[in-house]
C-alpha cells in the first residue's frame, strides 16, 4: 500500500515570495491533515479536512496560508507571501477516520515538505 | 486547554541500556486519548500507541512498554535494551472528546540517541 506522498521535499525561497505544497494521501482516507514543524518543536495542526470539507482551520494564518482539498483526495497547502518564521516542515498525514466512524487517531504522516525562507 | 509536556530534549545511552521517555499532560476532559509517536531521520511520524483514558494498564510490545498513571497525568513510555534503530524523536501526543478526538495536540519530543 502506498504511503502518503508529499512535494517537493525541499525549497527555498525569499521573504514575500509564495510556494505551494502538494499531497496525495493513503488510498481511502477520508481525513487529511496539515501540520507545521518548527525546527525543535512538536507538530502543530494548520488544517483538518475531511474528505473536501474544512473540519478545522482555527491555527492557520489565514492572512497567508490557504489550502484545499479538491474532489477530497489530494490536498495543495499555499503561503503567500512567505515571513522568515514560515522556516519549517509541513506534515501532510491522513486518516481513516471519518465523521460519526470509530477514531483510531493513528494518522500516517508523510515524509514532509522542508521550507526555508531567507 | 489541552497541554503536552516532554521535558527531556534529548537522551543519549549506549546500546543495550533501557530508556524511559517521560509525557505528562494537561486536559479538563474526562475522556481522552494519549499517543505516541516516533520520528525518524527520514521524518515521517509512526505510530506507535494508542491510550483511551478510562484504561489504566500498562502495555508492553516486545521492547517497548508504556505506563500510564492517571493519579501523575503521565504516559511514560521505555525502551528496553536498546537499540541503534531505536534512535529517533519521540512524541506523545493527546486528544480530546471535546473536539471529537480530531486533534492532536504533541509534546515539542524527545530526542534519542542510542550509541553503539
Known amino acids: 500500500e502506498a504511503g502518503v506522498a508529499q512535494s517537493p521535499r525541499y525549497k527555498i525561497i525569499e521573504k514575500r515570495q509564495s510556494v505551494a505544497f502538494w499531497c496525495n494521501p493513503i488510498?481511502?482516507?477520508?481525513?487529511l491533515y496539515w501540520y507545521q514543524q518548527i525546527l525543535g518543536q512538536g507538530p502543530k495542526l494548520l488544517i483538518q479536512f475531511q474528505n473536501n470539507g474544512v473540519v478545522d482551520d482555527s491555527q492557520l494564518p489565514k492572512d497567508r496560508f490557504s489550502a484545499e482539498r479538491l474532489k477530497g483526495v489530494d490536498s495543495t497547502l499555499k503561503i503567500q507571501p512567505a515571513k522568515l518564521e514560515d522556516s519549517a516542515v509541513y506534515l501532510c498525514?491522513?486518516?481513516?477516520?471519518?465523521?460519526?466512524?470509530?477514531?483510531?487517531?493513528?494518522?500516517?504522516f508523510g515524509e514532509g515538505s522542508r521550507l526555508t525562507v531567507l | 486547554a489541552q497541554k503536552v509536556t516532554q521535558a527531556q530534549t534529548e537522551i543519549s545511552v549506549v546500546e543495550k541500556e533501557d530508556v524511559t521517555l517521560d509525557c505528562v499532560y494537561e486536559t479538563r476532559d474526562t475522556t481522552y486519548y494519549l499517543f505516541w509517536y516516533k520520528q525518524p531521520p527520514s521524518g515521517e511520524l509512526v505510530f506507535l500507541i494508542r491510550?483511551?483514558?478510562?484504561?489504566?494498564q500498562n502495555e508492553i510490545s516486545g521492547r517497548y512498554s508504556w505506563n500510564f498513571q492517571k493519579s501523575t497525568s503521565s504516559f511514560n513510555f521505555t525502551i528496553t535494551a536498546s537499540q541503534v534503530v531505536d534512535s529517533a524523536v519521540y512524541f506523545c501526543a493527546l486528544s480530546e472528546a471535546m473536539t471529537g478526538f480530531q486533534k492532536l495536540v504533541f509534546g515539542t519530543g524527545t530526542r534519542l540517541l542510542v550509541s553503539p
Open positions: 491510550r483511551n483514558s478510562f484504561d489504566e
Open positions: 488510498s481511502g482516507h477520508a481525513t
Open positions: 498525514a491522513s486518516s481513516f477516520s471519518s465523521a460519526g466512524g470509530p477514531f483510531t487517531g493513528e494518522l500516517f
